[in-house]
């Protein structure tokens, strides 16, 4: 049954990804995401669930669809579900990588409703999971991931989102000795990257928005990493609609027990752009071939899936370990 239900949700990427896919490259960052919007909506339908969006598009006068609150699904097991239907809208408009569909989903009542706000966060692999914190300074996580994977200082290399608020970060990051991969967007490949071996990246730092927070740590709570975060208000307002919200530790560290309160959480995502942690839609004559990860944390199983959809016949996907 749990298998089925990771398939079920696969095919539910796979149609966002498809879907955007057709947009790569062409400038239209609305017209993608509205794609990757439809598609998953209209996959969910086929799926034998009582699902309720906790992390989506918006409030529902914000969003027509995969907003938060949205019942979706025929009916079935009630669940939790987060999802960014391409996360990097930027990035497929410009043909750039690390473009992905994305969901998570855990037992009803275990996903943080997390506000539209920012996050400080940090993520690192199973490696190091125990020896960083969010209140250490960059320089000191720096130091315990290099210790605790046996590498000097100056092999390690920290993943930040390229923004002007972190040239404080980006500067203390270059004094210790460590290299840096900036990204335009895309934060939550960014924090489960540094879980995968073979994207040369080890260690997630810095403010993006909260609810890819809730996304990334369910991956990471699959994998074995660590990830933990601190709001960032950008208003009184903000985070007087938190407290009414009920969300957990307003002002205090947010562990992965208060973001994703389960150890039955799943994590699935759909490479939409090529990139380090999965290769992009690739459409030929006949069909298409997409590439996924999928994270059980209740299996403890990490899979990465090739499907090929061929026109006229059944499709079908090749699991790679």
Known sequence: ??????????????????????????????????????????????????????????????????????????GGEEIDIAVDPLEGTNLTAHGQPNSLAVLAFGPKGTLLHAPDTYMNKIAVGPAAADVVHIDASPTENVRAVAKALGREVEDIVVCVLDRERHADLIAEIRRAGARIRLISDGDVFGAVATAIE??????????????????????????????????????????????????????????????????????????????????????????????????DNKTGTVRFIETVFRTGTERFWVRMD
Not at 51 to 74: K, S
Not at 278 to 294: D, P
């Open 1 to 74: 049954m749990r298998s089925t239900r990771i398939v079920e949700m696969l095919e539910v990427t796979e149609a966002a990804a498809l879907a955007a896919g057709r947009w790569m490259g062409k400038g239209d960052k609305h017209a993608a995401d509205n794609a990757a919007v439809e598609a998953m909506r209209a996959a969910f339908n086929h799926v034998d669930i009582s699902g309720r969006i906790v992390i989506g598009e918006g409030e529902r006068d914000e969003a027509p669809m995969l907003y938060i609150g949205e019942e979706v699904g025929r």
């Open 198 to 295: 073979g994207t040369g990246i080890h260690l997630y730092l810095g403010i993006g928005a909260a609810p890819e927070g809730v996304l990334a740590c369910a991956a990471m709570k699959c994998i074995g990493g660590c990830f933990m975060g601190r709001f960032a208000w950008r208003s009184p307002e903000e985070r007087a609609r938190a407290v009414e919200m009920g969300t957990c530790n307003i002002d205090g560290v947010l562990d992965m027990d208060c973001l994703v309160n389960t150890d039955e959480a799943a994590f699935i995502a759909t490479g939409v752009t090529d990139g380090e942690l999965l290769r992009g839609v690739k459409y030929f004559g006949q069909g298409a071939r997409t590439h996924s990860i999928a994270m």
